[in-house]
């Protein structure tokens, strides 16, 4: 999976999101080098960040081509926490803007 591509072209990421019924398992975690690493289970390539925002950000625009995801992130402590996301089942709040649904 290309992540530039994914980044660069949101018609990409949707077209993956609907062709798999998987939810894709991610996990950020720095490794020994001192790199926030990306990894996708079931893949063998890792994409390495300086940061771990920038690595979380790039997780959860993987995650979102499929429409929904889970992120196991590691914390400043070394544990992990557990983020779920399911797009296609998510509501709109009041107010809240989407492509879908203008702000009223």
Known sequence: ???ELMILNP????A???M???TPVLWVYQSYNGRWTV?????DTEWTHS???DATHAARLIGESYGRYRLH????NGRFCLEMMNLGQRTVQDGEKTPDHPAK
């Not at 990894?39 to 893949?43: F, R, T």
């Not at 992130?73 to 400043?76: F, G, I, K, S, V």
Request: proline residues 4%.
């Open 1 to 3: 999976m290309n992540l």
């Open 11 to 14: 018609e990409k990421r949707q």
């Open 16 to 18: 993956v999101g609907a």
């Open 20 to 22: 798999s019924p998987v």
């Open 39 to 43: 990894h996708l289970e079931g893949e």
């Open 51 to 53: 940061s771990r925002g």
């Open 73 to 76: 992130l590691q914390l400043a």
